[in-house]
């Protein structure tokens, strides 16, 4: 199911910076990423298990990097940098901190 809801994600990340390539301005440009954030936004809160806070706050900081790199305020191969960074961060930072903070699995005769 997780699995299917990333391909849904990547596919509108994806969707979007094609319909990026077909336009120049950076005014277009801008507005075409906080639709795609906006897209991204409806559907994740389609899904009650996933935390809509932390996912558009990762979103959100993916999207402004993007806008930096698109109103060219930063160079791309350091915009490229960043979100690889980040997300090779959010890869392997899973035990601390990078999931749901979760109670360790107790018995119920552990009382």
């Known amino acids: ?3 299917q809801i ?3 994600l990547f596919a509108v990340i994806i969707g979007g910076a094609i319909i990026k390539e077909l336009f120049i301005s950076p005014v277009i440009l801008v507005l075409i990423d ?3 954030l906006f897209a991204l936004y409806m559907l994740i809160r389609r899904y009650s298990f996933i935390d809509v806070k ?3 706050y990762f979103f959100s900081l993916l999207t402004f990097i993007t806008i930096l790199v698109d109103v060219n305020l930063m160079p791309s191969i350091i915009g490229n ?3 690889l960074s980040i997300l090779l961060w959010m ?6 901190g990078g999931g749901p903070n979760r109670p360790p699995l107790r ?3 552990h009382k």
């Not at 890869?91 to 601390?96: A, K, L, N």
């Open 1 to 3: 199911m997780i699995q």
């Open 6 to 8: 990333w391909l849904y």
């Open 34 to 36: 906080l639709i795609i």
């Open 54 to 56: 932390r996912s558009m």
């Open 81 to 83: 940098i960043i979100i």
């Open 91 to 96: 890869i392997f930072s899973s035990g601390r």
């Open 107 to 109: 018995h119920k005769w």
